[in-house]
């Protein structure tokens, strides 16, 4: 009797307990699209409602409550955590409750690619105070638009967003079009640091897509207690700019190095202080130290300008100290240093270089009037001789002949000699060696009946002679008249 009525108090109050309805706009979906979960019964049980229960294997990203007098419908939209066959809890405001649904998700759809999702950090165990890069690839078929996340603020780590990425890479046996987001993470505390990632959000054909992120911890290793703040973790580089092999004395001088590594702008300055306290000729002026922009943007070391401002005072060799940064190895564990050799240039007094450059402008003012003098000189004879032996040419018969002989010289505006033995004298003098002799007295026979030679062949003759007349050119006889068979050429 007893059990009946309890089971008849059950049943009256069913309908009560029940008073919430609810369903879904779907029973099945992949991983990263969203569920809608409606629930309809009194306003004030839906503004009172404990979402809590859901939070377990659903995102619970927004939600719409709409009211028409006592009654309302209230609008979850939720996003699976996890795939498989999950659960949707009754969900309860006071006495009113809801009916459990269940709902199957899978890992990929016809709308949804599957999507793997990975974090890491370079290197994979770090220390303390050890630059770190943390990068979170996500892969997909190369259909999804996916948003950069924003990390959150964490006690143990310092982070700085780099930059991103885009690759196809073989995930899987199967190739994907992977994603890459890189930060730079500095661990603050040993011990294992856990990030806790928000929500990865994608689009695809306008359609809001979130997945659960991938669990992203690791273990910073403790820095020995021994070890200065100001020296970093992890081998740093040293290069610099090349420096003229020489440099004017009394002339500043900038020195331009460049640290990257672990590195900060007064750790630097308070290592670079220490170690140029006795090197006069660098910690004479403050060197400058800037942050510059690393070559690789994807690095999580900084990148530092330094400059050192040199002024030399005495000439000769030059020979700049060695510049040596300490670091810790995580690699051997023990304190080690990079060097940089100072580099060696010659200082020299500039005046001496001016006065040099005033001398060898003098000799070359007087080298170019020179071969200015010269070079007009050899025209003028040049000129003259190719004159002269064009009126040879055009000699139509002896006495022309004679005259245009008479009238041959090297230098210009010179009157013809009076008789061909005056013009013999004066060629021996302008040209020494030149065989002129033996055409005037074979001219100077014909001329006057003591030779009945032909007027062309005592013009070849002469032409062959003084084809080659040059001021200081020696001919011997002998070499003239072997030039006389060759006259066709020294015409042309």
Not at 327 to 341: I, T
Request: hydrophobic residues 45%; charged residues 25%; positive net charge.
């Amino acid at each position: 009797m007893v059990r009946f009525a309890a089971l008849l108090m059950a049943l009256a109050l069913a309908p009560t307990a029940l008073a919430l309805t609810v369903q879904t706009d779907r029973r099945e979906l992949a991983l990263g699209e969203p569920l809608t979960l409606s629930l309809d019964g009194p306003a004030d049980a839906l503004e009172r409602i404990d979402l809590d229960p859901l939070r377990r294997d659903f995102e619970v990203h927004a939600r719409t409550l709409s009211r028409q007098n006592e009654r309302g419908s209230l609008a979850l939209t939720l996003y699976p955590l996890r795939t498989g066959k999950l659960t949707l809890p009754a969900l309860a405001a006071g006495r009113e409750r809801s009916r459990p649904l269940h709902v199957t998700v899978h890992a990929e759809s016809d709308a949804m690619p599957r999507v793997t999702a990975r974090i890491e950090t370079e290197p994979a165990a770090p220390y303390v105070r050890q630059p770190t890069r943390l990068t979170l690839e996500l892969c997909d078929d190369g259909s999804l638009d996916w948003k950069r996340p924003a990390l959150p603020t964490h006690a143990a780590l310092h982070l700085r967003p780099l930059g991103e990425e885009q690759m196809e890479v073989e995930r899987d046996g199967g190739r994907c079009t992977a994603r890459r987001y890189h930060w730079a993470a500095l661990p603050t505390q040993a011990g294992e640091i856990v990030l806790p990632l928000p929500m990865l959000e994608a689009g695809k054909f306008g359609q809001r897509l979130r997945l659960p992120p991938p669990a992203a911890a690791f273990t910073a290793a403790p820095a020995p207690a021994w070890l200065p703040l100001n020296v970093p973790v992890g081998r740093p580089t040293i290069t610099a700019e090349p420096l003229p092999p020489e440099w004017p004395l009394e002339r500043p001088l900038a020195w331009r190095l460049t640290v990257e590594g672990g590195y900060s702008v007064d750790g630097l300055k308070a290592m670079l202080a220490l170690q140029l306290q006795g090197s006069p000729i660098l910690s004479a002026y403050r060197p400058s130290i800037e942050p510059a922009a690393p070559e690789e943007p994807n690095t999580a070391s900084t990148r530092l300008d330094v400059s050192f401002y040199i002024l030399p005072r005495d000439t000769g060799t030059l020979v700049l100290p060695e510049i040596a940064l300490p670091y810790f190895d995580p690699a051997s564990g023990r304190l080690e240093q990079v060097r940089l050799p100072g580099p060696i240039l010659r200082v020299f007094d500039p005046i001496w270089d001016k006065i040099f450059l005033a001398v060898s402008a003098i000799v070359g003012l007087g080298g170019v009037t020179l071969l200015t003098w010269a070079g007009r000189r050899e025209l003028r004879w040049r000129t003259a001789r190719k004159a002269a032996l064009e009126r040879i040419r055009q000699a139509s018969d002896m006495a022309e002949l004679a005259h245009a002989l008479r009238a041959f010289t090297l230098a210009a505006d010179t009157p013809p000699a009076s008789t061909l033995g005056l013009w013999r004298q004066r060629m021996h003098r302008q040209s020494p060696g030149t065989a002129v002799d033996a055409p005037a007295e074979a001219v100077e026979a014909a001329l006057y009946g003591r030779d009945d030679a032909a007027l062309e062949t005592l013009r070849q003759r002469a032409l062959s002679a003084l084809a080659t007349a040059a001021p200081g050119r020696r001919m011997s006889v002998g070499a003239a008249s072997a030039a006389i068979p060759a006259q066709g050429r020294l015409r042309g």
